[in-house]
């Protein structure tokens, strides 16, 4: 939010963005704008001018999770076996991805960006860079993986174990059996 923006505007934008993080933890990423508007106390037309797209919305509810995310990836690159490193902050972004309703939507690539920008991926992908560089340069990952390939393949197992009963661990089941593959270890 810029901070030239007269007072009125930024006390919207801060109780906007604080009704739709609670809107978007209760209903996901289709949660209603018009209900955010109202528990807000704003017109439709004020959420829209703050967040012009429903994808620009879930970028700043999940701002906080994904810079964490970043911190926690340049904490543990250069530490440790660089397989177990990238793995571990994985293992993290399927946690709070699967707990935090919306996050995968935000990093979905096929979510139309009229900028062409997708923040919370290219975020991501340049923290969590440098582990998988090293984790291909050491051998342990197939080279040509990208973290762009592997974001993917986390927001589709996310997406399609949210409505579960237990999400967050069917999620990280599935992650394993991804990681492990379907092939017997021989």
């Known amino acids: ?18 009704v739709a993080e609670e809107e978007v933890a209760a209903h996901g990423a289709n949660a209603s704008l018009e209900q955010i508007a109202r528990t807000a106390g704003v017109g439709s037309a004020t959420v829209r001018r703050h967040f012009p797209t429903r994808h620009a919305l879930l970028e700043a509810v999940s701002h906080q999770r994904i810079e964490a995310l ?24 399927v946690a709070y991805s699967s707990t935090a309703r919306g996050l995968a939507a935000a990093l979905a690539y096929d979510v139309p960006d009229p900028a062409g920008a997708n923040s919370c991926s290219s975020t991501l992908e340049e923290a ?10 050491d051998g342990a990952v197939e080279p040509g993986t990208s973290l762009a390939d592997l974001i993917t393949l986390i927001v589709g197992i996310v997406l399609a174990t949210e409505h579960r009963p237990d999400p967050a661990a069917e999620a990280n089941r599935l992650f394993d059996l991804a990681i492990a593959g379907v092939s017997p270890a021989r």
């Open 1 to 18: 939010m810029p901070e030239h923006q007269r007072a009125d505007a930024r006390r919207n934008y801060a109780r906007i963005l604080a």
């Open 70 to 93: 970043s911190n926690r990836a340049r904490e543990l690159a250069g530490r440790g076996d660089s397989r177990e490193a990238l793995l571990a902050w994985l293992g993290e972004v």
């Open 128 to 137: 969590g860079g440098p582990l998988l560089d090293r984790a291909v340069a």
